[in-house]
């Protein structure tokens, strides 16, 4: 399903920058990762990386001794634009104002290193035909999965072969949630309680746990590795707030656990995509992903299976990869080719697999043989159903195991039972991720 | 202890290819990797790269009707050399003549692309000057663990983290060889015998089972990683032929399966490194490695582990990777610098680790106290004393843990024990190989 790709060599190649003399570089933003950047490129590893800059609002707030003399502190953006910096180094997040400063540097020719995926999400693909104009370089390889090489992995990693599929976890958050509630039995609400005390959640959790921040990953992945057109607002992203203790007991039951998963597939002409909860074999890479990990399986039609995984968040391993592509822009490798083109195709979450689903029967008489009777007419097949009574359970609940169908079949016949009155609160869906 | 690089700017550019024209590529060595090549190259997705020559002795034999038309096959070297392909494409193996064509390509201008270990373990710093002296590309990502991009995961995807230790699995032939002994409890004579039959080992498998092979790709990754020069003939190679099954019973009562791990350490100025069969956790990414898989993790001062895993032999996942240089270099991203200098440094295995113990005393009363007093006295430290008769043994064996000490301090005391008369056979020591 690749493209045709069009090549086109660049007649603009990257202004070399003399021998010797080290990349300026302009940081914008230093919290967690500004600080854990700066941490790096004092020591001596890196003697071709100098940095001139940081800029914060409210500059004094942030000031460290730590930091070389020679840096400038400021909360003035146009003293650093107007600066002979080389690279901006975009570590403030969120679209605004980071996607002006981004164009504006690179219309005054300076190259940009980010590790924004909201903003590479929206803008990628008009920054980076910016960059290629103006001989610069756009890198965000700290975009997706933090420490993890998975962009460089996949393109220029993979790029030899045709991607079928990607799957992973890519919200360290929520795994360090969900690992929690597998491995301690706790409930959500507890687990996340303790990822904002950890300083692994924000006060906010919302863009985490509904599955915004990985779907605006999962939406960069898919242009780097299937050269598709998709905006991060096309794929479907369910919370996983639904996720209960006895999901993970019923999950054991099969083998499986729980995971936020992330997951893109090309299916006649369509992409399949979506962020959602869902179950995956404990043996799996995905199932092995403990506390905040990320983890990357790609399937190739050449390579077959492919894993990346590793420190998807926090603070050293995300400068990790803002360091690698720093250097990546120092050695002034230009940006040779567009590219092969990207296609829109239509988006669509109605993968086909084996489902799992929970239910609250309605108290009344044979509601569980009524449900069974109108899934079965909804073409829903039942693999078997588990029951595992849950103390936090107001109302007991049953947990089917469904055969491989389209996840519009079965929502669609949940849909029916609960608008016929039999079940007592909206069942949970999740998909049975198959695993090789 | 990564040395200060010295970059310097290369102000020879790699000579741009016209907008449009495809990268006109010569393969030399139409075997499996060849033939997946020249299958994915015949498809659509690459119209940047055109397949022109077919070099390989007594050409005719090889000769196959679904290669286009356009493609010229040819014995002659000299013919392939004087064209006006842009790119080598070297897959004969070997050394000899490979590196007298590699280096002839070079000067001739034209890009080397190759998946030839040891010609890069015996060549690469030299070939990689000469390739940028020239504005050339020399690419080698199929050189280490096939289609697995752990060379590009490294550098640049973690460039910017300082590596203290890389771990893997680098050999498909023997994690085919031991994950069968494994899961189906045969002797590795049978395992290698059904490898071979399979394809998957050679009739003269010792560069595999010596850990030759691996340890040329263990010399690439270090100099990769770590920009140490090292030769492979400086890393210690053991072989893994003197598993036996009653080994895995051993190491299973240890939580552990057998693999043939590459690992390499810097420590104190020394680089510690070595290919030989090791005890790693079931749950780890080594233990999880099933038939001929690749695996390697890197462990980085900032980032913490990283994992790549995946199809590390076969023609069809190899050629994935070759593709993808062969792209890169279509793409002309020039080779900028010439990178961290190499720094040579001493080389060792004489990790400190625990250590598993195989051996078959003496047949004389109190050989086994002998033992154990004679290892105490050595200043080797006992955890536990495993018993498995296997009936394949002709003497019962005794399987020993023993606490983290000096390879070579056990070493030391098996050898004395054992020309103390207390072994009736040379003892197995193997590694146990920490997992976090």
């Given at each position: 399903m690749n493209a045709s790709p069009a090549f086109e060599i660049s007649k603009q190649p990257a202004r070399p920058l003399a021998a010797q003399q080290p990349c300026r570089i302009a940081l914008l933003g230093f919290g967690t990762v500004g600080r854990a950047v700066a941490t790096i490129l004092q020591?001596?590893?890196?003697?071709?990386?100098r940095l001139e800059f940081i800029y914060n609002r409210r500059v004094d707030r942030k000031r460290?001794?730590?930091?070389?003399?020679?840096v400038h502190w400021t909360d003035d953006i146009e003293q650093v634009l107007a600066?002979?910096?080389?690279v901006l180094l975009e570590l403030a997040g969120g679209i605004e104002p980071a996607y002006s400063w981004a164009k504006r540097a690179l219309l005054l020719g300076k190259s940009v290193v980010t590790a924004n995926k909201k903003l590479i999400a929206a803008h990628g693909p008009e920054l980076l035909e910016l960059a290629r104009r103006q001989g610069c370089r756009l890198e965000f390889g700290a975009a997706v999965a933090g420490g993890v090489p998975v962009l460089c992995g996949v393109s220029?990693?993979?790029?030899?072969d045709r991607l079928l599929q990607l799957c992973g976890i890519l919200n360290g958050t929520c795994n360090y949630i969900l690992h929690a509630m597998e491995s301690r039995g706790v409930t959500l609400q507890a687990a996340l309680k303790e990822a904002q005390q950890r300083g692994y959640a924000e006060a906010e959790p919302s863009d985490d746990v509904d599955g915004l921040d990985a779907r605006a990953k999962l939406a960069i992945l898919v242009r780097t590795g299937f050269h598709l057109q998709v905006d991060p607002e096309q794929i479907a992203a369910q919370s996983v707030?639904?996720?209960?203790?006895a999901d993970f007991r019923y999950a054991r039951e099969l083998g499986c656990t729980i995971r936020q998963v992330a997951r893109a597939e090309l299916k006649s002409g369509t992409l399949l995509a979506e962020v959602a909860a869902a179950l995956v074999s404990v043996n799996s890479p995905l199932g092995a992903a403990r506390n905040n990990q990320n983890v990357l399986v790609t399937t190739g039609k050449y390579g077959g299976e492919t894993v990346f995984a590793g420190?998807?968040?926090?603070?050293a391993p995300t400068a990790v990869a803002v360091v690698s592509d720093l250097l990546a822009v120092a050695e002034s490798r230009p940006v040779a080719s567009r590219g092969p083109a990207l296609v829109a195709v239509p988006v669509s979450n109605d993968f086909r697999c084996r489902h799992y689903v929970r239910v609250v029967p309605a108290e009344k008489t044979d509601a569980i043989a009524s449900l069974r009777r109108a899934l079965t007419a909804g073409g829903v097949g039942l693999r078997g159903l588990l029951h595992h009574p849950d103390p936090h359970d107001r109302r007991p609940s049953l947990a089917l195991a469904v055969e491989e169908c389209s996840t519009q079949l079965v929502e669609k016949a949940l849909r029916q039972a609960h608008d016929a009155g039999l079940l007592a609160e909206p069942p949970l869906r999740m998909s049975i991720v198959p695993s090789s």
């Amino acid at each position: 399903m690749n493209a045709s790709p069009a090549f086109e060599i660049s007649k603009q190649p990257a202004r070399p920058l003399a021998a010797q003399q080290p990349c300026r570089i302009a940081l914008l933003g230093f919290g967690t990762v500004g600080r854990a950047v700066a941490t790096i490129l004092q020591g001596s590893s890196f003697p071709q990386l100098r940095l001139e800059f940081i800029y914060n609002r409210r500059v004094d707030r942030k000031r460290v001794a730590w930091v070389s003399p020679q840096v400038h502190w400021t909360d003035d953006i146009e003293q650093v634009l107007a600066s002979d910096a080389d690279v901006l180094l975009e570590l403030a997040g969120g679209i605004e104002p980071a996607y002006s400063w981004a164009k504006r540097a690179l219309l005054l020719g300076k190259s940009v290193v980010t590790a924004n995926k909201k903003l590479i999400a929206a803008h990628g693909p008009e920054l980076l035909e910016l960059a290629r104009r103006q001989g610069c370089r756009l890198e965000f390889g700290a975009a997706v999965a933090g420490g993890v090489p998975v962009l460089c992995g996949v393109s220029p990693g993979l790029s030899g072969d045709r991607l079928l599929q990607l799957c992973g976890i890519l919200n360290g958050t929520c795994n360090y949630i969900l690992h929690a509630m597998e491995s301690r039995g706790v409930t959500l609400q507890a687990a996340l309680k303790e990822a904002q005390q950890r300083g692994y959640a924000e006060a906010e959790p919302s863009d985490d746990v509904d599955g915004l921040d990985a779907r605006a990953k999962l939406a960069i992945l898919v242009r780097t590795g299937f050269h598709l057109q998709v905006d991060p607002e096309q794929i479907a992203a369910q919370s996983v707030l639904d996720v209960r203790p006895a999901d993970f007991r019923y999950a054991r039951e099969l083998g499986c656990t729980i995971r936020q998963v992330a997951r893109a597939e090309l299916k006649s002409g369509t992409l399949l995509a979506e962020v959602a909860a869902a179950l995956v074999s404990v043996n799996s890479p995905l199932g092995a992903a403990r506390n905040n990990q990320n983890v990357l399986v790609t399937t190739g039609k050449y390579g077959g299976e492919t894993v990346f995984a590793g420190a998807g968040a926090g603070g050293a391993p995300t400068a990790v990869a803002v360091v690698s592509d720093l250097l990546a822009v120092a050695e002034s490798r230009p940006v040779a080719s567009r590219g092969p083109a990207l296609v829109a195709v239509p988006v669509s979450n109605d993968f086909r697999c084996r489902h799992y689903v929970r239910v609250v029967p309605a108290e009344k008489t044979d509601a569980i043989a009524s449900l069974r009777r109108a899934l079965t007419a909804g073409g829903v097949g039942l693999r078997g159903l588990l029951h595992h009574p849950d103390p936090h359970d107001r109302r007991p609940s049953l947990a089917l195991a469904v055969e491989e169908c389209s996840t519009q079949l079965v929502e669609k016949a949940l849909r029916q039972a609960h608008d016929a009155g039999l079940l007592a609160e909206p069942p949970l869906r999740m998909s049975i991720v198959p695993s090789s």
